[in-house]
């Protein structure tokens, strides 16, 4: 046993007597001979995978590039299980299971014999969450996504990945498609392994992570079922070991530099308003100063030039072959609108990643003074009597005509109230008004579900209208589009002035000012709020018990009030 005995694996391993005995012992039921346990670099490998997360369910493919990249450096990987957060099945929303996939890698990171982890994500919350646990325990760490699905293709047309699903339910309502037709189209949408091939929240955030610096260089774009995308797992697999010889911890590498990065290129890329709540809930594990306005100060100054689904034509496998984030990275360094010196997992400066980037499409990405949308059209924080805590809206992904409006609010207590009446032709609404949909937020689904973009009245979409004002506490996902404005705070449930909106009250979205008022006098306000009572709570026991009782709100990432901050990677006290 030659190696270096300050790794923290050989307080397991290199213990002497019957301590060490049996952690040794057991290890080898598995295989593993005597020369494992010399001291080298015990790295884990975090592995969403799961067939109930479709999006994940290749990862255990991708875990083996990883383990020959490991062993290729000298190091001793093991795969573990974390929670499988798809967003594909899970009820009521994966955002619900976020914290908890959170809790668990912490844990299991920090409880086990691990001198330095790979994360391996797909569906969107899986990345946020590996990256939560990560922060807090900040032992060495890179992020492994695991790619997108191939362009979905129907009837000689690209097709992508919850955007269509939209659309088609649209098509369906308005009887343009017939359920038969869906049904094949459905088929053709989902045709390989990977998340979303649109710029949803699983792009979103592969993308993030990659300008956090804790992805490997163009490796969030490499298609689920491109070999480089294996090949881009084994190297991530050497720079692992590399990571721990070198201490290069997630607080070394996820600074404020790098969440200014990541900030401005979500705006490039017109990346998911849910970008936000992730990226507030990472930085609130590392201490990392961030707060909401941040994403609009930030974002302003930079145009979207990534033209995808939901708010242009192409999807992720279009933007791989243009040469992927990189090439944005170095168009924003060049325009001065990138920390180049942020440092990430290579050991580099994220400058130095991306100064060779070559683009090999530019209808794909466009040039930073031809974009798809100017400056200043990114995501917009909001506020106002209707959410003084913020809200946000996606302008790329909005009717530029209702970005300044005023209308009528026709009022829903729940998602479910909505859809009951939704396709009910009598139903009192008009193109004009205002969808007020409440009780969508963190404690009060509990969850704060993708359910604010709902659909258009069934009448309305006959009628040829395609969208209008919606307002929500809950989320949207990053695959949908319309004038919807999401993450009302505080919420509805929370006693936020959401909960006192009353059908026939009139609300005033002007984007440009980044204002949501409710034009309803502060003493009528005052007489609603002392007539309110709180929603009784949606459990009494159980990890919804503990949600609803620890969730924080939106403008703060949504995360558990006890899990904000690390805690470190101390060795766990022995029990032999």
Known sequence: MTRDDARRSRSWFGAAGRSGMIYRSWMRNQGFGAEMFDGRPVIGIASTWSELAPCNAHLDRVAEAVKRGVWQAGGF???????????????????????LLALQAEELIRANPLDGVVLLSGCDKTTPGLLMGAASVDLPAVMVTGGPMLNGKFRGQDVGS????????????????????????????????????????????????????????GSATWPAVDMRRFEVAQEAGRRIVAMVEEDLRPSTVM???????AI??????????????????????????????????LARPVPTVVDLMPSGRFLMEDFCYAGGLPVVLRDLDEAGLLDGDALTVTGRSIGANVAAAQCWNREVIRPMSE???????????????????????????????????????VVFDTPEAYHEVCDDPELDVAADDVIVIRGAGPRGYPGMPEVANVPIPAKLLRAGVTDMVRVCDGRM??????????HVTPESAAGGPLAFV????????????????????????????????????????????????????????????FLVGSRGAAVPRESH
């Open 162 to 217: 919850g955007t269509h699903v939209w659309r088609f339910e649209e098509e369906l309502k308005a009887g343009r498609m017939t359920q038969e037709e869906v049904f094949a189209a459905e088929g053709c949408m989902a045709r390989s392994n990977g998340h979303c091939m649109t710029m949803g929240t699983a792009s979103t955030m592969a993308c993030v992570a990659e300008a956090l610096g804790m992805q490997l260089p």
């Open 264 to 297: 401005r290129a979500n705006a490039a890329i017109g990346g998911s308003t849910n970008a936000i709540i992730h990226l507030l809930a990472i930085a609130g594990r590392l201490g990392v100063e961030l707060a909401l306005d941040d994403f609009d100060e």
């Open 477 to 486: 996902s990053g695959t949908g589009y319309g004038t919807v404005v999401l």
């Open 371 to 409: 974009p798809l949308q100017p400056a200043g059209s990114g995501t917009a924080v909001l506020r106002g009597n209707l959410a003084p805590g913020g809200a946000v809206v996606k302008q790329s992904a909005a009717s530029p005509e209702l970005l300044r409006h005023t209308g009528r609010a």
């Open 502 to 561: 009353r059908t026939g009250d009139t609300v005033t979205l002007d984007v440009a000012a980044r204002t949501l008022t409710l034009d309803v006098d502060d003493d009528e306000l005052d007489r609603r709020r002392a007539a309110w009572k709180p929603p009784a709570p949606a459990h009494a026991t159980g990890y919804g018990w503990l949600y609803t009782q620890h969730v924080l709100q939106a403008d703060h990432g949504a995360d558990f009030d």
């Open 255 to 261: 600074t404020r530099a790098a969440f200014e990065n």
């Open 77 to 99: 990987p093991l795969v573990f299980p974390v929670m499988a957060t798809g967003e594909t099945l899970l009820r009521p929303t994966a955002m619900f299971y976020r914290n």
